[in-house]
């Protein structure tokens, strides 16, 4: 056996920092560090969210000022509170009431459109019970005055009604320092929102108009130089509680809208009111009181729904100046006895309370106003408008034309008139400002003459995009003062009957269809004109169902335009009339009106009417018998030759 192969012996070698075991030891401890770190954080997660500094009431209008940061630890329930991440929207208002301290929950926070329930505010004489605190919950009685001086048995007014504040002696809220201020938020009438289940209601009774307690009508006013007035109101400790003082008609504006107020005191600015803005106030159930002592602007805020009253007045003549107008405006209380039902929703009126003694509001006028609509797809609606204005001022009617289309206004054009000043866009201005009366409306309106008579047009917007003129409390005065001059009013209103406002966040802004709807909800008749062809009468059925939805009060006479036996068949009247049996929606048909695109043709082009160029058409005999006596529906009646068209012909 051979030696062995050498071989190298060990030896002790430096230390290095690549030896893997310090490595190692490094990674170990870095590992348990980061572990340490992440079980500790994960035992402290917290979130910063809002908590309210003070109690917030239900209507408040929230800010930042309002508000607290905590942080705290929500773990799943994170997403039902706002956090300082997801940040504080402007414009919002509380729709519940919030603690002091209390974690500001999403849903306490909306918009005031979404606000369900209505301020009340109550002054009392006595001391409340002490369980009865911001809130809890109350029944509140009213006691009506009876015979001689006693007062009949009390009634249940509001059940469960949620106390939002409760100020001591507070001028604020117009009360003494003898008296308690309350403002109760009420919910719809239902049981389900009005008392919760399984929560205890105190009750107030003995609430006797003028007696130990009084239901107040909570009032906002605007204007430094009336603090007389307003003081005076504060003193009476009456039917009104003035529950803020404003400085601007802007800031009397968005505390309206918020539901704080049923009436509001405009003792500066009255200017600036328009008929838009006392709208926007009516809408959510507001009554408009304007102090002046022009005569000129009493009767400007008068026409525009104003209440106007004398800058001297008293303040007892003031509050029932106030009392009775929010009884008109809530159609419920009774304004003699210094009662107002401010208390809930006007659109809803759960409570069967008397009802007030309105004023008789000025007359309105004998004329009638005819609608023509139609779906879309060019039916013939301004053809029918324009002709029915021309039969029926012939028939020896006073007649004004409205071209109410604010998508495709074409009554000028069809007449041939150069006017572009859009007369109706001129009328919807005065009208606005409360300065429309039968002289402006005159000089707006475009005389046609015809040669069997004559009437006069409201000419429409010059452009699609000008429709935010023709607002619809502007245009209902203009109607109205309309009807008052003439004895027939046509509208030629447009196709579309969407409610835009559903697709607005702000309910208020102007509505595209405004004028649309609001000419079907004031027109005496309804003419629903559609295309007799296979694509006309499936769209006016639809259109039909459309509008029964819109305006339910509606009872459409049903037109079918451009009636040919090339586009329907033999016999083509049965023909329409059997699919309308079979398809339609129950109402029968009124009118076929013939197609005559050659006698139609011809007075387009000549901005003529028919009886002007084809008195001897089918069409504009069956147009005449729509809306005229018999007399007037003979052929060749207006002794018209056809020279026109002839000359299309050639």
């Known amino acids: 056996m051979g030696p062995s192969a050498p071989f190298a012996a060990a030896r002790i070698s430096k230390p290095s920092w690549k030896d893997p075991r310090l490595l190692i030891g490094v990674l170990l401890v870095l590992l348990s560090v980061a572990g340490v770190v992440a079980l500790v954080g994960s035992a402290d997660k917290t979130t910063q969210v809002y908590a309210a500094r003070e109690e ?101 007014l509001l059940p469960g009604a949620e106390i939002a504040r409760i100020v001591p002696g507070s001028a604020t809220l117009g009360a003494s320092k003898d008296h308690h201020g309350a403002r109760a938020g009420h919910g719809p009438a239902n049981a389900e929102t009005a008392r919760c289940p399984g929560q205890q209601s105190q009750s107030f009774r003995g609430l006797e108009p003028g007696g130990p307690g009084l239901m107040s009508i909570p009032v906002v006013t605007v204007g430094a130089a009336q603090e007389a007035v307003v003081e005076g109101l504060e003193r009476l400790h009456g039917p009104v509680t003035v529950v803020r003082r404003c400085s601007e008609l802007a800031e009397l504006m968005a505390a309206c809208q918020s539901g704080l107020a049923l009436a509001a005191i405009v003792g500066e600015g009255c200017g600036e009111l328009t008929t838009t803005l006392v709208d926007r106030l009516a809408a959510v159930g507001v009554s408009i009181v304007a102090l002046t002592d022009s005569l000129e602007e009493t009767t400007r805020l008068r026409s525009i729904g104003v209440v106007a009253a004398s800058l001297d007045i008293e303040p007892q003549e003031l509050a029932d100046e106030i009392s009775q107008a929010v009884a008109r405006a809530s159609h419920y209380g009774r304004a003699d006895s210094g009662f107002s039902g401010g208390f809930a929703d006007p659109g809803v009126e759960p409570l069967m309370l008397p009802q007030p003694v309105e004023k008789n509001e000025e007359a309105s006028g004998k004329g009638r106003i005819f609608a023509v609509w139609g779906p879309t797809g ?22 004004i034309l409205v071209d109410a289309d604010s998508y495709g206004a074409s009554v000028s054009a069809m007449l041939g008139l150069l006017d572009e000043s859009a007369g109706l866009a001129q009328a919807c201005r005065l009208a606005d400002q409360g300065l429309l009366d039968a002289n402006a409306l005159e000089g707006t309106a475009s005389r046609v003459f015809t040669k069997a008579g004559s009437f006069r047009v409201l000419t429409g917007t010059t452009r699609a995009d000008r429709w935010t003129e023709l607002r619809a409390g502007a245009l209902t005065r203009v109607l109205e003062r309309a009807r008052q001059l003439a004895d027939i009013v046509v509208v030629d209103a447009g196709f579309c009957l969407e409610s835009d406002e559903e697709l607005s966040f702000d309910t208020l802004a102007p509505r595209r269809n405004a004028a649309t709807l609001r000419s079907l909800e004031l027109a005496d008749v309804v003419f629903a004109v559609g295309s007799a062809d296979a694509i006309g009468v499936p769209r006016l059925v639809r259109g039909l169902a459309e509008l029964a939805v819109a305006i339910p009060q509606v009872s459409p006479r049903v037109v079918l335009n451009k009636v040919k036996r090339s586009a329907v068949g033999h016999a ?54 729509l809306v005229c006596a018999p007399v007037h529906q003979k052929r060749k009646s207006f002794g018209r030759s056809t020279r026109a068209v002839k000359r299309l012909k050639r």
């Open 56 to 156: 917030i009431a239900v209507g408040q209008a929230v800010t930042a000022d309002d508000l607290s940061v905590v942080k705290v630890r929500l773990d799943e329930v994170e997403g039902g509170y706002i956090t300082v991440q997801d940040g504080l929207s402007v414009g919002k208002v509380a729709l519940q009431r919030v603690a002091k301290n209390q974690l500001l929950p999403r849903e306490s926070l909306g918009t005031a459109d979404a606000l369900d329930r209505k301020p009340v505010a109550i002054a009392m004489d006595g001391e409340l019970p002490d369980q009865a605190g911001a809130g809890s919950r109350v029944d509140v009685w009213v006691a009506m005055p009876g015979s001689g001086a006693a007062y009949d048995e009390p009634q249940l």
């Open 378 to 399: 060019a039916p013939g609606r301004t053809l029918l408008a324009v002709n029915m204005a021309a039969e029926l001022a012939a028939d020896g009617q006073s007649v």
């Open 572 to 625: 083509p009247r049965q023909q329409l009339e059997d699919a309308w049996n079979r398809y339609g929606p129950g109402t029968g048909i009124d009118a076929y009106l013939p197609s005559d695109p050659v006698a139609c043709d011809a007075a387009l082009l000549t901005g003529s009417v028919l009886l002007e160029c084809a008195a001897d058409s089918d069409l504009r005999l069956a147009i005449a018998g």
